[in-house]
């Protein structure tokens, strides 16, 4: 124990590896957005990814679909600009579906008709190189295998990035940071203000390790569904199964029903259904202890599908995420804290980046259910004022851990509107340097009006 709490002082002699515009540090939905935006309005710039592909929790952590980018009657979409051209790349390399042609309901969506209309089903694989294409063609430059480890202030402005690679420890020093690594990394270390899950006790939602399975009778597990559905409205995929299983003891997972969505190839399902609790994301011990846990569940619901579900029967498992996804972890505190009223209200700002319809999809960080409730109004928005952190001058957060209270967080954190905050800061940050200011003095009228060039929709 006092090993533990040991720490010791060290000096390190740390090269400065590059001068930039922006650095973007982390590589994942609002990362790629951020950095190809940037660089397209003329900033050099830098991607920081700890692994060698970006994407991030829809790669890495397997996480998908991309959930509805449109208004819940699916007659207008809401996020546009660079989330539309990956999926366009994709499709063009026969990798996605177009979220215009998905419904509701649909296998696509596993059967769930509430905010899953729309969505966008891709293969991981197509995500990594759609991605990868349009942030190089940009021009940005990306620096794989590389962490973050700290930052450098100069009073409230960060100087200096601290980095970790295959060289060692190196720096670098950008006029603008943009925080997209998931967790607020950048934005705790600069000392702005968090918040962290729940306001009332902290709790956070569970993390779930994703599987891609193979060799599914796509047909047999529709005809299933459809026959349940007319016996007993309201009945999720498989959920009668999974109950009589649970109580002869043959189902331990923390799920009431099986949380699968079809892919664009045939016979192939993500499976969202290993469910770890009191999982801090920001903590490497708990980390680790999901990872082991997750991976264990994913093997328990392959000889479960085999055994007990019709059209799972021949089941392979193809891959596990290269880690859990993290649904939650800190909430930056910006100039504006986005809430469940907004969301629910659809609230609208004269300063909104982003449009976003999503339900408020709260995973219990206690229970096996959660809440999943509707907007009422056909979309609300996310204010600029979300990605601008208290008390740091040069940094922008985008993404899932943009200024928003747990339930706010629990429907702005789907991918669509992280590519749509995290193209609202890279274009921030780029145009913020042109004009000789910080991102919290932009004019948002000039930041909307080229959002709007750009084919973003605000
Ligand atoms: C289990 C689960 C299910 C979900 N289901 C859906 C769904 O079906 N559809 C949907 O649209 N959304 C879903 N979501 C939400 C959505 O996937 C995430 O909120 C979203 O992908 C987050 O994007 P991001 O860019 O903010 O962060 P991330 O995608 O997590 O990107 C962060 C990036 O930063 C990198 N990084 C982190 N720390 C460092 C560091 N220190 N140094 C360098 N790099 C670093 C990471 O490797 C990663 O690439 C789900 C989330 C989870 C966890």
Not at 192 to 198: I, K, L, Q
Not at 355 to 366: F, L, N, R
Not at 387 to 412: C, F, K, M, T
């Amino acid at each position: 124990m006092s090993d533990m709490l040991e720490t010791i002082s060290h000096t390190w002699e740390i090269p400065l590896r590059a001068t930039v515009d922006v650095a973007v540090i982390g590589g994942g939905s609002a990362g790629v957005a951020a950095a190809a935006a940037a660089a397209r309005n003329g900033a050099s710039t830098v991607l920081v990814e700890r692994y060698g592909f970006l994407g991030g929790t829809s790669t890495a952590g397997m996480v998908g679909p991309f959930m509805t980018s449109y208004t819940p009657d699916g007659k207008r979409q809401l996020v546009g600009g660079l989330f539309q051209e990956v999926i366009d790349r994709m499709v063009a390399m026969g990798g996605a579906v177009d979220p215009g042609t998905t419904e509701a309901g649909s296998a696509w969506a596993s059967f769930i008709e509430l905010g899953h209309a729309n969505v966008t089903p891709f293969h991981v694989e197509a995500l990594k190189m759609a991605t990868l294409e349009m942030v190089c063609d940009a021009g940005a430059q990306i620096r794989f295998h590389t962490s973050f480890v700290d930052v450098v202030m100069d009073g409230e402005r960060i100087r200096d990035i601290i980095i970790l690679d295959k060289a060692g420890l190196g720096l670098l020093r950008p006029k603008v940071v943009i925080d997209t690594s998931g967790d607020g990394d950048i934005a705790a270390k600069a000392g702005a203000p968090f918040e962290v899950g729940r306001r009332e006790d902290g709790k956070m939602m569970p993390v779930t390790l994703f599987l891609t399975i193979g060799n599914v009778d796509d047909a047999r597990v529709e005809v299933w569904m459809r026959e349940h559905e007319q016996l007993h409205p309201g009945e999720r995929l498989f959920e009668c199964i999974v109950k009589e299983a649970r109580e002869r003891g043959e189902w331990t997972l923390e799920r009431e029903f099986l949380n699968i969505y079809r892919e664009p190839t045939p016979g192939q399902w993500r499976v969202n259904s290993t469910r770890i609790q009191n999982v801090d994301g920001t903590n490497p011990d708990d980390l680790s202890r999901a990872e082991i846990e997750g991976r264990r569940q994913a093997w328990e619901l392959i000889r479960f599908f085999r055994s007990h579900c019709p059209g799972l029967e021949h089941a392979q498992l193809i891959a596990t995420g290269t880690q859990v996804g993290v649904r939650e972890t800190r909430h930056i505190l910006g100039d504006y804290v986005l809430n469940g009223q907004d969301v629910l209200e659809g609230h609208k700002f004269e300063d909104g980046i982003a449009q976003c319809s999503y339900p408020i999809d709260i995973h219990d960080p206690q229970g096996p259910r959660g809440r999943l409730e509707g907007i009422h109004a056909d979309h609300y928005e996310i204010p600029y004022r979300c990605l601008v952190p208290r008390q740091v001058n040069n940094l922008l957060v985008a993404g899932r851990p943009i200024s928003a209270d747990h339930e706010g967080a629990a429907s702005a954190r789907v991918i669509p509107p992280c590519y749509a905050t995290g193209e609202a800061a890279g274009t921030a940050a780029s145009l913020s340097i042109q004009q000789g200011m910080t991102p919290r003095d932009l004019d948002v009228k000039l930041l909307r009006t080229r959002l709007r060039e750009q084919g973003a929709i605000v």
